[in-house]
């Protein structure tokens, strides 16, 4: 099946990776300034030697996508541990679905990062997902924190920690045009000092490997294209190298990319092709080649870790992008020569076809006129496409005349609407084509384009209405088209789980939220003003929990997961619910309670009497009197401490169930007389059970330190069947707890989740009760 896929296609195969022997020297580290060409061992055997084997893959897909591009991209040959593959221009399409199904046979999806066109994904091997963890994903954008709609500028990352190597994969799309080096430069330093910044936590610590991948988009300079492309043509494409802009840029200025490694530039130069064929651009622009899609890697200790690259490659098997490097024939030379001479005559109008402005589209008209006068034919009309493709949406402008006379070999001028030769008369040369007048429609409206300004979509043009209608973004509170901040740019804010897209000023106008799932509310919805001035979606309130009675089976049902866990609680303590004032209230008198976020949602209250004990007996000085005796406060705990469970009224039944799976952690740890606990410790094991039981209540599986919990599976029936919506709800309440960012619950459960997992619950408990700290 077709989808009109267009690409570039580029692959950095079978990397291997494995651990180095104390005093291991790695024979390409990095001690130099710039960018390291690191030599290819073609010798790749997948064998046991090798710790990890990887094939990196970029690709620009240039706003198209077929099954048999893709298959043709992942190859038959995958004994590799893990498959990246960053794409750039990504269609409208679902590319992760064609991606599945091309590697179904061998690999799973680990992780994936996507920012509209941009987007990145991590396979692994079937049953990887038992070595992987820590996975955290990023994305930055240029120009806010939307940003463009179209062919979006950027990066999108992925950390991962598989069988303990601990990797940053970055896949980014940065500024096109050969002048714009500084422009590149500084998105290089903004994409590394941006990504995961903000979520900065223990699994922070400096990855392994970092691997940059993607469009980079810096050019080979200081040659023009038609000594270039002889050079290429000849097979002396190796000593273009030292006019690529990446490597120039790295080593003259030491802050872009400085102490990464490369595979030497064997392969030829990887951009521009004509779609659909293997000859370089013979548009009239005729771009120099030059190395636009690139694999960086850095591996940040030698001494543990050595790595091979294996190789280092352009495919030249596929067709159908713009991006793809492959031995190009004989018969091209006319082509390019002519390409060249059409560069030169355009050349020689400059200052005659100046867009938008009547006094030079008056002197073209002249011009085209005295022409046609003495060549006796029709004027010819050529528009040409805005250059700024920076900034939304896309434009093009027209009515801009060419010389008739211009030549044109015979079969040349096809129109790209009708695909009939044009020959002499009247056409449009706009989108690297030429086109009838009549056959330049609208690819929404299918009506003739007659405006000198239109919009463009990958290779399709539109009106500039339809064009904002069918993909200029509409905000999802306020309903209206989302503006362009003052650079000319798209920007939104979108929520990180829901992806609710709104206008960034909605933050700052008391638009409210929903208490429970955070989306804000639209303008054509109601949400529902509980009593103490929090508010609800209707979704959320369907399976809110608004009464004590009614909390009852959700409470029982917790027990019982509690007892399928060999942790039965002792004593049937109270379970309150409450309106947010009296559990603020309760909050403030609990003396010795555990640390609580600022929007409190639940609240284990306990009673314990503190008397002085003494810790040093007195000395007997002077006046035989009694001096310098010590005593430190002591805590005498009762049988039965825990005298309520107090949670917040008005919240969804697998919300109140999670807080309620937590606040009784809290319990058993009390009535279990377990040592006073440090924050962290206390509240991370809370989240971990709290975690748990939503684990168990979603029915994604069971994990290997949870026993079998049918008794809890059983009771589910309790709580009545799980729509779609509470599902997601769910998943949003785990993410929340995976998510959190805070030192005490945040930090707190990755660590707790971490312990409980390697060495099982039991076990894990065990040892705080002798440590008061989590096992490593």
């Given amino acids: ?78 004994k590799l541990d893990l498959l990246v593959i960053g794409l750039q221009e990504v269609p409208r ?112 610590r400096p990855a392994h490997i970092t691997v940059w991948l993607g469009d980079l988009n810096y050019r080979v300079q200081g040659i023009e294209t038609h000594p270039a492309r002889n050079l290429i043509q000849n097979d002396l494409h190796k000593m273009l190298a030292s006019k690529d802009q990446l490597l120039q840029e790295a080593e003259r200025s030491g802050h872009v990319f400085n102490g990464y490694c490369e595979g030497t530039l064997t392969f030829k130069p990887t951009y521009k092709y004509n779609v659909g064929s293997s000859k370089y651009d013979t548009s009239y622009k005729v771009r120099v080649p030059s190395w636009t899609d690139r694999i960086l890697f850095k591996i940040e200790d030698s001494e543990k870790i050595n790595g091979t690259l294996h190789s280092y490659e352009s495919m030249d098997d596929i067709f159908s992008s713009d991006h793809k490097p492959d031995a190009r024939s004989e018969s091209e030379n006319e082509d390019v020569d002519h390409a060249i001479a059409l560069s030169l005559l355009e050349e020689s109008q400059k200052g005659k076809n100046v867009i938008g402005h009547g006094s030079q589209l008056e002197d073209d008209e002249l011009l085209a006129r005295a022409i046609q006068e003495s060549l006796n034919v029709e004027p010819s ?169 009614q909390c009852q089976p959700l409470y029982i049902d917790i027990q019982q997961f509690y007892e399928s866990l060999n942790m039965k609680v002792r004593q049937q303590v109270p379970l309150l619910l409450v309106e947010r004032q009296a559990l603020n209230e309760a909050r403030e008198g609990e003396k010795n309670g555990h640390y609580h976020v600022p929007e409190t949602r639940g609240l284990c209250l306990s009673e314990e009497q503190t008397i002085s004990t003494i810790l040093r007996r007195p000395r007997i000085g002077s006046g035989n009197r009694a001096t310098k005796m010590v005593t430190e406060p002591c805590k005498l705990t009762r049988r039965c401490e825990v005298t309520a469970i107090l949670i917040l009224y008005g919240l969804p039944r697998l919300l109140t169930g999670s807080i309620l799976a937590h606040e009784m952690m809290h319990a058993w740890l009390r009535l279990r007389g377990y040592p006073t606990l440090s924050q962290d410790v206390e509240e991370g094991i809370c989240q971990v059970l709290a975690h748990m039981w939503l684990h168990a209540k979603l029915g994604s599986g ?42 005490v619950y945040g930090d707190g459960f990755r660590t707790g989740q971490q312990a409980v997992q390697k060495y099982g619950l039991q076990q894990t408990l065990d040892h705080i009760w002798m440590t008061g700290r989590f096992p490593y």
């Fill in 381 to 549: 009309r050529n528009v040409e496409p805005c250059r700024n493709v920076e900034s939304p949406p896309r434009y093009g402008y027209g009515n801009i005349y060419a010389p008739a006379s211009a030549y044109f070999p015979s079969g040349f001028r096809i129109c790209a609407g009708c695909h009939s030769e044009i020959g002499y008369g009247r056409y449009l040369n706009c989108l690297n084509a030429v086109w009838h007048p009549e056959c330049f429609r609208c690819h929404a409206c299918n009506l003739p384009i007659s405006d000198y300004e239109f919009s463009t979509s990958g290779n399709y043009p539109y009106h500039k209405s339809c064009y904002k209608e069918s993909y200029h973004p509409k905000c999802d509170v306020c309903k209206h088209f989302i503006p362009t901040n003052p650079a000319g740019l798209i920007e939104y804010r979108a929520h990180p789980f829901w992806v609710q897209k709104y206008c960034p000023f909605h933050e700052h106008d008391n638009t409210p939220r929903c208490c429970s799932c955070e989306r804000m509310e639209p303008r054509d919805t109601r949400y529902v003003a509980l009593n103490d001035g929090r508010k609800l979606c209707l979704e959320c309130l369907d399976s809110a929990i608004m009464d004590t009675d």
């Fill in 1 to 78: 099946m077709a989808f009109g896929f267009s690409s570039l296609i580029y692959r950095g195969r079978s990397r291997s990776i494995k651990r180095k022997p104390a005093g291991f020297m790695n024979h390409y580290a990095a001690n130099h300034e710039g960018i390291k060409s690191v030599p290819v061992d073609n010798l790749c055997d997948f064998s046991s030697k090798w710790d990890l084997c990887i094939c990196i893959i970029t690709w620009n897909m240039n706003g198209q996508v077929s099954y048999e591009d893709v298959a043709e991209l992942v190859g038959g040959n995958r």
């Fill in 93 to 204: 399409k679902n590319i992760l679905r064609l991606l599945q199904a091309a590697v179904a046979e061998t690999h799973i999806l680990l992780g994936r990062a996507t920012m509209q066109s941009l987007q990145l994904y991590v396979f692994g091997r079937k049953n990887s997902d038992l070595f992987s963890e820590e996975l955290h994903v990023d994305k930055h954008s240029f120009g806010g924190c939307g940003g463009l709609v179209r062919r979006k500028k950027g990066a999108v990352a992925i950390r991962i920690n598989y069988k303990g190597i601990r990797m940053v994969f970055i896949s980014c799309h940065l500024s096109a045009h050969a002048g714009k080096v500084e422009e590149r430069n500084s998105q290089c330093r903004h994409i590394s000092h941006s990504l995961f910044s903000k979520n900065w936590n223990p699994y922070a």
């Fill in 702 to 743: 069971s994990d290997s330190h949870v026993a079998s919990t049918s008794s809890s599976t059983s009771t589910a029936a309790k709580m009545g069947t799980i729509s779609s919506f509470e599902r997601k709800l769910g998943e949003f309440f785990k993410h929340q707890i995976e998510s959190d960012i805070s030192p």
